[in-house]
């Protein structure tokens, strides 16, 4: 399914001195963001400008109050004044995320404001109104995204804090109709037609009216950038990766980097959770046999914990507490693996086969070297990356698996969190959210 996002339109360079200027503010925006508490010489060396339109440059941003003064630095070994330091203030303006989730209570909408460094500044959570079922949910989502915005947008008016804008993450197939009824445990079906589409037409029109512009993309694609801004991708560690959120079925985003730094990196939603890797299994809600999803989610590795507890014979702490009732949990397989629990040790290897076979396919197809996993699979454990990353090494091919590793996000789970680094991002890369402008954004 292919989604419209705002946020990947990239500015046309043009020729004209308004153009230049706005280009040149950009990289001089980035550069201080990135390399932290800078003088002007030593900005004009990083972004190749004359002393003086970097020198000018900057003084408009300090006074827009993006940059701010901080110490002087040291003198040069020939002497003379001390230069003006000055760094970027992370508070200038908060960037607001949105996400949806289900469970056994229903869905409900959460909502976070962050600050341009993505630490949380304040949350809001509102349930969606039942029933779902009809016609009807994407308004009624809509509305509840509307209500959580409203509520955060008046944080930042109490704390004096413009906001940029409003990053809304759809959920891997953006069905939430449906999943409030998988969410209580009835069999997951596939989602309407043109759903993705409905929700998204929904969203913009409730939230648009509200001020700030609205970027509406895949959790996964806003995990994506998150991670690339503020996680695996950090200047130094720039390499293309590949983000596997488990959360809500098998999303994938693969992340291409341009340069050493996050700037202008390249972002590409894949279904990869849909590709066969069992031609005889069984159906899926997308209408293939046997897809990565079905084995590989969070979902499908406690179903198959529920299910292997109900069959197992031998003495087992955890499958007799599932039978009896608990519900399997990572945290619970990783807690009774520790204790020597035989079942336990044979569900966490399975589900690490199964993850093993679909991320097979992703090195050999695209060489990469590194896979960002988020969701709800941390308690398992470094043990559970290792087994997984050792897996692929032994059947992909010799020059894709050489380097290969899995690790967990460093990133909260924190998914509405993670949906406002889209807005911190366009601000520092693009042009529809110029940080200039951030001061009149509410007033």
Not at 11 to 30: E, F, W, Y
Not at 347 to 363: H, K, S
Request: proline share 6%.
């Amino acid at each position: 399914m292919r989604f419209v996002n705002r946020d990947n339109t990239r500015p046309t360079i043009g020729s004209r001195p308004a153009d230049v200027k706005i280009d040149n503010k950009r990289s001089v925006l980035q550069s201080v963001y990135l390399q932290g508490t800078s003088s002007k010489p030593e900005v004009c060396r990083a972004v190749g400008l004359s002393r003086p339109t970097a020198s000018n440059l900057i003084d408009e941003l300090i006074a827009s109050g993006i940059l701010r003064k901080t110490t002087f630095g040291a003198a040069s070994d020939t002497g003379g004044k001390r230069p003006q330091l000055f760094e970027f203030d992370d508070d200038a303006g908060w960037s607001i995320g949105i996400d949806v989730v289900s469970d056994g209570d229903g869905v409900t909408v959460r909502g976070a404001a962050a600050n341009f460094r993505l630490a949380r500044q304040s949350a809001h959570s509102r349930p969606v109104a039942e029933p779902l079922a009809g016609g009807s949910w994407p308004e009624r989502v809509a509305e509840a995204m509307a209500g959580t915005a409203r509520h955060l947008l008046g944080d930042a008016r109490s704390a004096g804090r413009p906001v940029l804008g409003i990053s809304v993450s759809l959920p891997g197939e953006s069905n939430v109709g449906m999943a409030s009824a998988a969410g209580r445990g009835q069999a997951r079906a596939a989602p309407e037609p043109g759903a993705a589409e409905r929700l998204a037409a929904a969203a913009s029109e409730a939230l648009g009216s509200l001020g700030p512009p609205v970027l509406i993309a895949p959790r996964v694609h806003n995990m994506a950038v998150a991670e690339t801004w503020f996680g695996y991708g950090l200047a130094g560690r720039q390499s293309p990766f590949m983000v596997v959120d488990t959360h809500d079925g098998l999303s994938t985003s693969l992340v291409q980097a341009s340069s050493g730094t996050p700037v202008n990196a390249a972002y590409s939603v894949a279904a990869l959770g849909h590709t066969t890797i069992n031609l005889d299994g069984p159906r899926c809600w997308c209408g293939n046999r046997g897809c990565w999803e079905l084995y590989a989610s969070e979902r499908a590795f406690l179903e198959a914990v529920r299910n292997g507890a109900a069959r197992w014979h031998l003495p087992s702490a955890l499958a007799a507490d599932i039978r009896a009732g608990s519900p399997p949990a990572a945290s619970e397989v990783a807690a009774h693996i520790r204790k020597g629990d035989e079942f336990a040790r044979t569900q966490f290897e399975t589900y690490a086969d199964r993850l093993a076979i679909g991320l097979v396919n992703v090195v050999n197809a695209f060489g990469l070297p590194v896979v960002v996993l988020h969701g709800g699979l941390r308690p398992l454990g470094q043990g559970f990356l290792d087994l997984v990353a050792s897996q692929v090494r032994k059947v992909a091919l010799p020059a894709a698996a050489a380097e290969f590793e899995v690790i967990f996000s460093s990133l909260p789970d924190d998914p509405p969190l993670l949906a406002a680094a889209a807005v911190i991002r366009q601000a520092l890369e693009g042009s529809a959210l110029t940080i200039p402008a951030v001061r009149e954004v509410q007033e």
